[in-house]
């Protein structure tokens, strides 16, 4: 945002996955397992009904 004093740019980074492309897409296609990689994101749940339930934190929580 401008003016606020907080300055954004760009963020790069190398991760080597030593798995196949087949159980990579499956770990990544599975909602729960987002918490594990996705900061501040604390559950996903999927219900029968196709419906996902997701739970997180901002960045001022606990402030």
Same mark, same amino acid.
């Given at each position: ?5 907080? &300055? ?6 190398? /991760?080597?996955? *030593? ?6 897409? !499956? ?8 918490? &594990? ?6 559950? /996903?749940?999927? *219900? ?6 997701? !739970? ?8």
């Amino acid at each position: 945002m401008e003016g606020d004093g907080q &300055s954004t740019g760009d963020l790069t980074g190398v /991760v080597t996955v *030593d798995r196949s492309p087949e159980e990579t897409y !499956r770990f990544w296609q599975r909602l729960d397992t987002l918490p &594990s990689f996705v900061a501040r994101l604390d559950q /996903v749940r999927e *219900d029968l009904g196709g419906r996902s339930h997701w !739970r997180g934190s901002s960045a001022t929580s606990g402030l």
